[in-house]
DNA sequence: CGCGCGTTTGACATGACTCAAATGCTGTGG
DNA sequence: CCACAGCATTTGAGTCATGTCAAACGCGCG
């Protein structure tokens, strides 16, 4: 069992990407995922003009909560977020953990105020979309609608897989899950699809899961006794796709 | 225990609501409900020519499936549905109830294909939205686009309260929660936020929830000696509204 | 009227939680 | 730069809520 977080070559992370807050959307290396996909140069340049590039959130940083009057829905740019509601009782369940191209506060639409908690996992900056700005340009860009409506769609898509896990897989399935997703969500970003850092704690991601943190620190030492991964402290490598996707369910 | 099912004058439901086909949106009851709200009257008369307004389904036969080609979004416009999808090894997942004047389809919007199936609980009946026509429509009328995101977002919004649910909720906690749920959705809707008929099976309440059926039933007789709740078959009559929020969690 | 499925109830098994404690890592201040 | 404090993680032991298996019941449909 090493000990190692920060400073391996073996490990990039979505930390470095672009902090530069000057990088337009033409020339973002996310443009691919996010939402300017398929608009024209011209359109591109409007939506640029009200995109608001804040400075970097630290670790443990509120993006914004549920106190917070809603105004904009916020594009991750680099680093990471973890989103979550709070039950009367005072229970917390996270939501959904974010990376670059992806939107959060999408919940927020409907009733116009945030229905979530919204937190930086380590150094990251986002976009941040103005709500009133984006129905504007939206009125005279259709294809900018379209987007929208897509990237709520795929969300809420996401979301009911999270339903089908949260209620009816196992730990080691919904762990071999959550190890896959990740290593998809990292290779369409162009990171290694075997080798990346889990930016949230144990804590998280077991309460993401609807687990308690002491079977995902079990389970994940099994995993690795059995040769499926190595952990190296928050650095995961993925030794057997093919097996844990067998174990998905 | 008392029988009884279907002609019980006690509990009305939602399958009365507007067999007939003609009703147009001006006229629907749903009209406060549904996608229209906001839509000045020649808009309205814009959407309701794109609107098909099918015959009925009946009971367990379905809307659409994951293998039929992506056209439609649908909006209930009496009786009730379920949505589930499936795992790889056929476990499945309840994932939605929907009933008048709410969306199915919402997310097969993204990647353009059923990401569910949708299935009748009653006989029902449904407005079909050809989801190009609306594209279309959408491209002149700025608030349907609203609309239509709005829906999305509460959508949104109801499966991450779900997630807390699954995640972190006890067996009774679920059962207040999905019992409220109802009420107030029937309310909505104009019936009686305290007596109403379940429309889908123990089976189906225990699958969506994440227990088995055999927790849904002993906790329904529970609630009952306890005198929350009476449980008549598929009806079902709050006894103690107050007493059952105290137990959402 | 009778068959079959959905529901209820009981007895038992177990996966995951809780509690407890050791160990390791991180960030801070001297 | 190092040492310490505090939090995160791991590991173990025991419990418990909920699942599984089994059987009786009753309602609803043909």
């Known amino acids: 069992m090493a000990q ?20 337009a959307c033409q020339e973002c290396s996310l443009y691919r995922l996010c939402l300017p996909l398929g608009l024209h140069n011209k359109d591109l340049a409007q939506l640029d003009k009200i995109i608001k590039r804040s400075q970097s ?12 009057a809603f105004k904009s829905l916020y594009v991750v740019r680099s680093g990471s977020f973890k989103t979550t509601i709070s039950a009367t009782n005072g229970r917390e369940q996270v939501t959904g953990f974010y990376f670059p191209g992806e939107f959060i506060g999408l919940d927020a639409l409907y009733q116009e ?21 984006l129905q ?21 898509s996401g979301d009911k897989s999270l339903m089908l896990l949260l209620g009816k897989k196992t730990a080691d399935e919904k762990l071999a899950t959550f190890l896959l997703s990740f290593s998809k969500r990292f290779s369409d970003r162009g990171f290694s699809a075997t080798e990346f850092h889990l930016t949230m704690s144990r804590g998280d991601i077991a309460n993401h899961l609807g687990l308690a943190v002491e079977t995902v620190s079990r389970v994940f030492s099994r995993f690795q006794e059995e040769g499926l991964i190595t952990i190296l402290g928050k650095g995961i ?5 093919a097996k844990i996707k067998g174990l998905c369910g």
């Open 237 to 241: 490598v993925l030794r057997d796709i």
């Open 136 to 156: 504007e340009l939206g009125k005279d860009m259709p294809q900018l609608q379209v987007q929208l409506l897509s990237r709520l769609s795929k969300e809420l």
């Open 113 to 133: 105020s945030y229905q979530s908690n919204a937190q930086a996992l380590e150094t990251s900056s986002v976009c941040e979309l103005p709500f009133d700005s």
């Open 57 to 68: 959130h630290k670790r443990g940083e509120a993006l914004f909560t549920t106190e917070h």
């Open 4 to 23: 190692m977080n920060n400073v391996t070559p073996l490990f990039k992370d979505m930390a470095k990407l672009e902090h530069d807050h000057r990088v």
